[in-house]
């Protein structure tokens, strides 16, 4: 081969390194920049948040939750109710960072989702502050207030939703935190040991006790081949095992509906053993336990491992709410949306719209429900639940003129002290709220702690008519 | 059609605009008090377009090299004046004195006959130079290649690599004169072996780089080539284990973001301001390239893309893809083998230092220290780049001419 050949060759290489520089920063530009631009470490987001007015957050009716203020120059990110929203809205924090929808919706508050590069250059040349798009949430600030007046001082969490569209009405975590005042509370919030910053509605994993029944129900009830009559003696023996019931005395005779009614451990146990593993992990994975709930906010998936398939015990363990079940407190007071929604569970939205400066909408948010059972086999459980409110466990949530279906849970917990639940919908014949109410380490039954917070929830939503 | 005509015909038009746009930019964003920099941009422009005469009417070969480097240069210089109007200004003398050089090397290589027969001056001289940066050099940024000269420093290395060409270039014209391949071989891992000593990989890769490119094409023994080849490899493994520094290197281009503040505080910065600019970039004077570090050397082009965009950027790569592609057009039109290599070898020394450099900053390959050719901020690295391509605008008027010249030899 002669030199002038080789040459040739040459060229190729330094074109197609040339080429490579090209193809390397296009493909940074499209796959790679938004997520380096918006890197903590790049000083030029800190130079453009000290030059932005963050978009407000607004309840559904336009009460302002957070908001910025121009404080001399000095721009102050200022949340008038302090508390009360600290785990829904989080905080934007220069030193601490972000939380909640002010962290997830970073992009849309800072309006870097919608700015044109003309409006940029024209606020860059006239000076004016960055704008950033405001949000109005789907919370009712009326209920969310009253939730927090409900479970303050204790510890767990409250959630309300409208079950035919999965908006959030209501979410109160507790013990929560004042986001106004990070600055002196920081240490003591992150030392704490009742995890004042951990929202444990939609990121506390907890065994659902007996709360969990109503979804058993539903797979007993879709089977139809379950023997569900028993005579409970108040204990009843597994695989080696004794499980007991709550009532040592035992409930006597009954069928599938007063099993809920009286949630009879040792009826559920059997019938899970007849039911059988295969359908318990079907309606768990139809009800979403192990995947993913679609929420337009952070939450955590509730699970229920057995990776080396369930033993006998272990059906009766989940039949009855404990074993490895885990639920958020979100996803319990969907499963009680689901029943009361006709058997369809709606994806949770909390964000109801998003409005440029400018006043223009600018994103639309998508309603999306599945069918989990059928309207037949909710309407079962419906009934169900409404006659544990009426007759069994959840007496106390008991609203006089208004029906109400429930389901208590008292768990069982690694910390000895058991966490106590209850799960409604009302009203019964037109469900316009679905309610999780969760007491960790409570100690009390369900239906003594938990039950009277959802009812006062209930009732303060539907007789002052703040529902929307 | 007769906006095209203007720009086609009198290609200069082209530069008088784009240095008439970027300085009118600088002028708003200095504010309309500061007339300082219509003054030096007029300056420059008028430079420019003397240059660009006396090149047309002395018929001096390829015209289009001159436009291209003139250019870039305009781009690095509004940049420069962006950052900081005082190296901006700077830059523009330098650019005056090296188009002085620019045409004193194009006279004086035409001038002087029998470049090919000063192999040993080539050697001693590169050797020299380096023994004497090695002996009496300053450390800046921790690499010993600068020689400082009263108030202002100075890299032989730039001017190693003319000197490192014209070797290779005469070696092959008469490679008896080293008696044996392994001679040669040696004096080349020699210059490679000083720059890894000071520490200036990116030097070293790109002499490496050049000389295995112009042993491709010239050498004559495969077997030869591969062991080059195979032995370069190995060098850099053991160099990699046995050199803490060159591990750091290797480490902060793979992951950067493990230690953003520390050992990825370059390149990382250097990613912020490329992600930070986008498509169109924030405009001039908009963005913030005084975040990141060496911006006015090493990460100017970094500076240009945030400022003007991936689209300014690959603009300028593009310049530079056109500036070498032209100089490998004059290089296959010379017959005569010294001057063949020389201008082969400039052509690949600025092809591979503009590689070396953006694949650099925007994390294709490992950063190296090394500058933008035409763009960079530095006195020494813009002046042996002009007076490179002073020899380049003499070898495409030899080209030109066909090859008249050969005879002469």
Redesign the interface.
Known sequence: MN??K??????F???L??L???G???H??IF???T??R?Q????QW?REENTIRGTIYDRNGVIIAETIDDNQQLLRSYPFGNLYSHVVGYSHQQYGRAGIEAQYNNQLMGYTSEG?VAR?RD?IIGEHYKGNHIYLTLNHQLQQRALELIQWKTGGIVALNPSTGEILAMVSAPDYNPNTLNDDWSRLVEDNRSPLLNRVTTGLYPPGSSFKPVIAAAILEAGDVETNYDCTGSIVIDGYTLSDLNPRGHGPLDLRRSLVVSCNTNFARMAQELGEEKIVDIAKRFKIGSDLKADFNTSDSSMKYPEGMSATDLAAVAIGQGKLQMSPLHMAMIAATIANDGVMMEPRIIREMITPEGRVEDYISINGETIVSSEIASEVRTMMVAVVEEGTGWNARIPGIGVGGKTGTAENTTGVTHGWFIAFAPADNPQIAVAVLLESEGQTGGASAAPIARELIRFAIERGVLY | MKLGRLFVKRPINIIITVNLLLFSLLYLFHGVADYSVPLAGGLLTLIMVICYYIILKLSMGDQYIFLIISLLSSIGIAMLYRLNPEYGFRQITWYGLGMVFYFLSYGIFLWIKGWDRYLYLYIIAGIGLFLFTFFFGTTIKGATNWIRIGQSTLQPAEAIKILYIFFIAAYFKYPEKLKKPYVFLGIIYIHILFLVLQRDMGMAMLFFGVFISIFYAYNTEVRLFLINILASIMIGFLSYFAMGHIQVRIETWLNPWRDIAGKGYQITQSLFAIASGGFFGTGLGLGRPDYIPEVHTDFIFSAICEEFGIFGGIAVILLYFILVYRCFKITLNIKETFKKIVALGITLTYAYQTFIIIGGVIKLIPLTGITLPFISYGGSSLVSAFIAFGIMQALSRISIDGEGLDVIE
């Open positions: 030199s002038h080789k040459i040739i060759h040459l060229i290489v330094s074109s390194l040339f490579t520089l090209i390397y920063l296009t940074f530009q790679r920049a938004s380096v631009a890197n470490y790049n000083r030029r130079a590069t250059l860059r």
